[in-house]
């Protein structure tokens, strides 16, 4: 067992450290009562507890003062730097300054949120932190929390429906759903019906590596069945294949406006209702009144309201 573990705590009161401080620099119950804020019966009674606790006097009488013991004399060194330490350390939050900050900004994206946000919210963070560094963490549903605890994720950003209670999170802004696919295909086929879309060789954004997504229920209740032939986690790799092919996806609709004006792509909505989803941010409880990650959240709802 330690010495820690071996001390009786339950009879040592912070305040009592403080009081001693006080008597040994105005040498004076009453006026170290008086700069404490207590009362002076309230000031003797810390004394005699004192004397109990760290059996010595401490201070003895001499004339109009109280002069302290060699024992005092040995402790108040180490007293007065236990108290500056916790008055600066512990009791004192330090102000979080991003002009002059010099550490990592570590998020966490789904390729969805990556692929769109990447790029403004590495200029929104180094426009105002200009010394720091980011990086980018991918993340998925199936994930997030552990890769959390492992990088030390400051925040993690996409698509996260039931939020676990380790985490808080804020809505960022709503997403549609759109098709995509090369202007070519769509001249060929347009207008689209739902029969014609279950009919069309799809390419899915899948994060998971399934080939079956909800479009597919959709479509499903309708009695009709989808033809999925490729799915890749990248949407980039989506995108070329869309480019050559006679593919379609349904993709969310920023997206898909990332890419449209390639002049090569052409999107419209979906003949069928594609349910909306949410794009939030989330972060740690524990994190919750961080100075960093507070910053970084209001970061990130500016990026996503540009």
């Known amino acids: 067992m330690s010495r820690f573990d071996e001390t ?3 009879n040592v009161d912070l305040n009592l450290l403080v009081a001693f401080a006080f008597l040994y620099r105005y040498q004076s119950v009453s006026l170290a009562a008086e700069k404490h804020c207590v009362s002076q019966s309230a000031m003797s009674h810390s004394l005699a507890r004192l004397r109990a606790l760290l059996n010595d006097d401490l201070f003895v009488r001499v004339g109009h003062k109280m002069v302290a013991t060699d024992h005092a004399h040995s402790l108040y060194p180490l ?3 236990m108290l500056q330490s916790l008055s600066q350390n512990v009791l004192t939050q330090n102000t979080f300054e991003a002009a002059s900050y010099q550490g990592v900004c570590r998020i966490g994206l789904t390729d969805y949120a990556e692929f769109i946000f990447a790029p403004a919210i590495y200029d929104l963070i180094r426009g105002e932190a200009p010394h720091a560094q980011i990086s980018f963490i991918n993340v998925n549903r199936s994930n997030y929390q552990t890769i959390a605890e492992q990088e030390s994720l400051d925040l993690v950003i996409g698509s996260m429906p039931n939020l676990p209670n380790a985490f808080e999170s804020e809505a960022l802004y709503t997403e549609q ?5 090369n202007k070519e295909f769509a001249q060929r086929i347009a207008p689209i019906t739902k029969a014609q879309l279950a009919n069309i060789e799809h390419a899915i954004v899948s ?4 080939l079956v997504t909800q479009v597919d229920n959709l479509l499903a209740e309708a009695g009709l069945t989808r033809k999925v032939t490729v799915a890749s986690r990248n949407f980039l790799t989506i995108q070329r294949l869309l480019q050559e092919r006679d ?13 449209l004006p390639s002049n090569e792509m052409v999107s419209f909505a979906p003949p069928i209702a594609v349910p909306d989803f ?3 941010m989330l972060w740690q409880k524990r994190k919750r009144a961080n100075e960093k990650n507070k910053w970084l959240r209001q970061v990130m709802k500016h990026v996503m309201t540009q």
């Open 79 to 81: 007293i007065d730097g």
């Open 278 to 280: 949410e794009i939030a």
């Open 207 to 210: 994060p998971d590596g399934s």
């Open 247 to 259: 593919l379609i996806a349904i993709v969310p609709k920023r997206m898909a406006e990332i890419v």
């Open 8 to 10: 009786q705590w339950r």
């Open 177 to 181: 759903h759109v098709c995509l696919l």
